[in-house]
């Protein structure tokens, strides 16, 4: 049909001709000369097959069939404009969907602080933040039901990229005035002693290595905030991550930091390797990773 070769730089130069009523007026609105105009015009009354404009000295005068055809198009030439102007936003990374999945010990130290800035920046993009335990967190970016995670990885998947950033460091937390407390405290100092465990969580698969305390736990929790809970209620001890503890109420508790590269875990971002991010996901992961840096630099001072 020949209504196919209709372009949308013809559609705009007629609307722009029809609202301003002059061909120089719609021109310079449209940023061509009045030639280019002219001509843009007169393709669109070859595609449609009628005469749309009577033309007179630097002015237009519709004909019928053109001011119908105005009154059909304008609404709908908005609503393309304003779809364009979205996508194009979106390409920006200015609108649209962030799903993210964390784990629990990192959504209110980590994730908070960075959505927060990201948000500000970005108020057009909705974000959906999931708190999940690790093999449920990587399943969520495996599975393609978030756009990104950001956690840890104990092992590499072929179907999972890890692009670290931060490094985190492990700490025991005691009843103030326990024994550990009073001596150079390491993983292995746990085994004396009723271990409180949130599982599954954050600690890494090699830690297993160490003994049936591990495997074996008094108690078994999934959250961490419960196990800080029952350590303050003199049950034993637990293990978490330093940036689980900020902004947690520690009073009557001690934070013991497991020293050298065994205390250590890697915080970073969790994507598929078969999938590109998106534009809005590319945006948070450069304030994602601001955010760790400054956090982490801070939980550095306060030790």
Sequence with gaps: MASNNIKYRQLRGFADLAETGSFKSAA???SVT???LTTLIKELESDLGVTLVDRGPGSARFSQAGSEFYEQIKGSLGQIEKA???????????YGRLRIATLPTLACSLLAPAIAQFHAQRPGVRIELIERSYYHFLRAVRQGEVDLGVGTMRSDESELCFER???DRLVIVAPRGHPLTLKDADLGSLALYELILAWPGHLPGEFNALGEIFST????????????AMVRRGMGVTLTSANALVGVNTRGLACIPIPGRRGLRSVGMVTRTDAKPSAVATTFSKVLHQVLQN???ELALSN
């Design 28 to 30: 310079d609105r449209l």
């Design 295 to 297: 956090t982490m630099d």
């Design 165 to 167: 950033m931060v490094e």
């Design 84 to 94: 364009y102007l979205f996508a194009k936003a979106a390409g920006k990374g200015e």
């Design 34 to 36: 009045q030639p280019s």
């Design 217 to 228: 736990p008094a108690v078994q929790v999934e959250h961490p905030a419960t196990a800080l």
